[in-house]
């Protein structure tokens, strides 16, 4: 509470009691509890402190301010006061996580939420330099001691993608080789080849939070260059792979950071192609959505969901009118909520149109957030006396994206292609590794060259049941390129294989 009058509080703690509702429990035990008061306290230097200003004229003071010590958002404010009158100026003051060669450190504390399920307890956002050339960036954080804080982070590039997203719910090995969802004190996150500029990294601490201890102090690290994977893959157009037939070669991966991770391989042509999302949301029909909503149709769960690969860097979303006579438009955007793309909204990188009968609209990124997009439709009005008028629509979104390599087999499903059917990947817990194989069948004509990139993608497997909803948390690990040249094999009869 802002302002509190003095004077002595109570304060009150309580619980329903057993069977008291439907479902109903109560609470029995000792309960923790802390009340704190703070206080306001200059924290600028303002000069000059006072003006006089007569009408009509203007008059400049400046403020001069000395960042905090530890890296994150403080807020301030400049308080204004005339004989008749106050009023404040907001300010933020932000101090970037310090980033040299070796990456850089930053520490917080969890203070807890509100018990709310579904929305954010807290949120904690950092911001850091990237230099250029960084063969990949890691950030990670460390709870002090409490597994059970559901923590989502979210590294987000210079353009405002969410380059790559992470949870501490994870996969955990139990008996043999069986494995449950659960959690651990650790999240780490990853991009390939980062773009120079200035990254956030967005904590999101979700309701609700555990009640064993009243704060939970938390640190975290960036770091460049930290992933080992090695490959014996070709290198060059020099090599070459005949058609038709099978070559092996040898792929290691270590796990080096401080969260155990499932991994898959997305191996990728340089080149690209422009492929059509099927909707994934069973509860919805992209071909033929009512408007207004019909119930249970709402904004994001019951709208179409697509899944955006990553290595995307344009996607066009569009509407068109089946029957009706209003005018319809349309919105689409990752669950996270940012960006949000719509005709409505002019932004950087946005490209729209509407009629009253369609509506599209195209976001062009050097890398658009990848997982899961929903898309919302919608009519735009005024409406007549009786309300939105009835229509039914139909729904179509493209990705032009880094073309997929069916050529190359491996032990691993893709999730970019295979979705929501994902089960097939390596766990590896901090410090261990794995060698395993991956194929090349070259298909094209004999003479073609063909070069790609082998990422080694890794995801949260807790994020398909949801701490909020459905979403695919996924960052790019690796990067293993590959070339070769087609040839042809004289008096084969049988594939060949090749170990490398």
């Known amino acids: 509470m802002a302002g509190p009058p003095a004077g002595q509080w109570t304060a009150l703690l309580f619980t329903e009691q057993n069977g008291a509702t439907k479902g109903g429990k109560g609470t029995k035990g000792t309960v923790q509890w802390d009340a704190s008061i703070w206080r306001y306290a200059p924290a600028a230097a303002v000069h000059p402190s006072s003006l006089t200003i007569g009408p009509g ?19 301030e404010s400049i308080v204004v006061s005339a004989p008749a009158e106050q009023t404040t100026v907001p300010v933020t003051v932000r101090t970037m996580v310090p980033v040299g060669a070796r990456g850089g450190l930053f520490q917080g504390v969890l203070t807890g939420g509100n ?36 923590l989502v982070g979210y590294l987000v590039d210079p353009e405002g993608q969410t380059a790559g997203y992470s949870s501490n719910y994870t996969v955990v090995p139990k008996t043999g080789s069986r494995l449950v969802a659960g959690s651990t004190r650790y999240l780490e996150m990853y991009h390939v ?19 064993n201890e009243l704060t939970e102090p938390f640190s975290g690290a960036i770091r460049f260059n930290q992933v080992e994977a090695f490959s014996l893959l070709p290198t060059s157009t020099s090599t070459l792979l005949l058609k038709s037939h099978t070559a092996y070669f040898e792929v290691a991966l270590a796990n080096t950071g401080v969260a155990p991770e499932a991994y898959f391989v997305d191996p990728r042509l340089d080149q690209t192609t422009t492929i059509t999302l099927k909707n994934l949301n069973p509860g919805t029909s992209a071909s033929r959505l009512h408007l207004p909503p019909r119930l249970g149709q709402t904004f994001p769960l019951g709208t179409p969901l697509y899944l ?19 005018r319809v438009s349309l919105a689409i955007s990752p669950l996270n909520g940012d960006p949000a793309v719509s005709p409505g909204i002019p932004q950087t990188g946005v490209t729209a149109a509407s009629t009253r009968t369609s509506g599209r609209v195209s976001l062009s990124e050097p890398e658009i957030t990848p997982g899961l997009w929903a898309l919302a439709p919608g009519e735009v009005g005024p409406y007549p006396p009786g309300g939105a008028p009835k229509e039914i629509v139909a729904a179509k979104v493209t990705a032009v994206t ?11 499903d893709d999730l970019w292609e295979v979705g929501l059917k994902f089960n097939r990947f ?26 790609g990139t ?27 390129p590959y070339s070769y040249t087609v040839g042809r094999c004289f008096g084969c009869l049988v594939p060949v294989k090749r170990r490398y």
């Not at 880094?402 to 691993?412: E, N």
């Not at 990422?455 to 690796?478: C, K, N």
Request: charged share 15%.
């Open 193 to 211: 080849a980062p773009q120079a500029g200035q990254w956030e990294l967005v904590l999101e601490w979700e309701n609700p939070v555990t009640g």
């Open 426 to 451: 390596y766990y590896l817990a901090p410090g261990q590794s794995v060698v395993t194989a991956v194929s090349i069948t070259p298909t094209a004509a004999v003479g073609t060259q063909v070069s």
């Open 57 to 75: 004229q203007t008059a400049t003071a400046t403020m001069s301010v000395t960042g905090p010590r530890l890296a994150g958002d403080t807020d």
């Open 308 to 326: 955006v690969p990553a290595g995307t860097t344009q996607l066009n979303a569009s509407l068109s009118r089946l029957a009706g006579t209003g």
């Open 402 to 412: 880094q073309a997929f390599d069916r050529t190359v087999r491996f032990g691993t």
């Open 115 to 150: 018990g709310r399920g579904g929305s954010a307890a807290q949120t904690n956002t950092y911001f850091f330099q990237v230099p250029a050339g960084e063969a990949e960036l890691a950030a990670s954080v460390a709870l002090h001691s409490d597994p059970g804080e559901a």
């Open 454 to 480: 082998l990422y080694v993608d890794d995801f949260t497997l807790e994020s398909f049941v949801g701490i909020r909803g459905v979403l695919p948390d996924s960052d790019e690990v690796a990067a293993l």
